[in-house]
């Protein structure tokens, strides 16, 4: 199944670049483009405009770890990192609050990882914050984009969901969330342009047409995977 997610605004611990007003030359802004492609927050916010849908990839291991929540039965609710915030965010919403990776590995609690998500009972709503998937999900919600989780695991599903809404002249923003080097500025992850890619290469064997050239490497990067992506992702 797909996971639909709401809401974030760009995370404080973010680069400067990213978190202060941005111009984007609208040649990179892929507007006559029926599917595109770009990274992080800034991407997103390039390529959003316009676009009928929005769908963040965070392979490893946000948007894996929504359609796991889903599978079981829950809603997922995006939110920034490492925000104090959060708390009382969840609170309000009647919600679990997940805890960090490393935390969650110390003490069994909800975290990002998705096995600690499937080991998890009686829990209807989730607060996922993470420092790149959650966050650009949660933005370009607020924004009042529709935003799709999709990652390697649903990705056919996403694109099955997509097809029909483009093919009567819908865009599409395919955001691969990256991950952050030490100064956190986005390196680019490959098993995201995987998961981006798989969602788009499912949609030009659907039929629909008119990708970006950077829509259309993301999809070649996982056809040239795709048969080996268990190997490949080790």
Do not use: C
Not at 111 to 118: D, G, Q
Not at 146 to 161: E, P, T, Y
Not at 167 to 179: D, N, P, S, Y
Not at 182 to 193: G, Q
Request: no cysteine.
């Amino acid at each position: 199944a797909y996971g639909a997610v709401m809401s974030s605004t760009y995370n404080t611990r973010l680069p400067a670049a990213e978190t202060a007003p941005v111009t984007i030359p609208p040649v990179h802004r892929q507007r006559d483009a029926r599917i595109r492609f770009d990274w992080g927050p800034v991407g997103a916010e390039a390529i959003v405009d316009g676009a009928d849908v929005a769908v963040v990839v965070d392979v490893l291991s946000f948007t894996t770890a929504v359609t796991v929540a889903v599978d079981k039965g829950m809603r997922v609710l995006p939110y920034r990192w490492r925000d104090a915030s959060a708390a009382s965010y969840a609170e309000a919403r009647g919600a679990a609050l997940a805890v960090g990776r490393s935390v969650g590995d110390r003490t069994g609690e909800v975290s990002l990882s998705p096995r600690s998500i499937a080991r998890a009972d009686n829990i209807d709503r989730l607060v996922l914050p993470s420092p790149s998937g959650s966050t650009i999900a949660f933005t370009l919600a607020e924004r009042g984009a529709v935003v799709v989780a999709a990652s390697l695991r649903n990705a056919g599903a996403v694109a099955a969901w997509l097809a029909p809404r483009l093919t009567t002249g819908a865009a599409v923003a395919v955001v691969a969330g990256g991950e952050r080097w030490p100064d956190v500025s986005l390196r680019p992850a490959v098993e995201d342009i995987w998961g981006a890619g798989a969602v788009i290469s499912g949609l030009l064997r659907s039929g629909v047409a008119g990708p970006s050239p950077e829509a259309l490497m993301a999809a070649r990067a996982y056809d040239a995977i795709a048969t080996d992506i268990p190997t490949q992702l080790v």
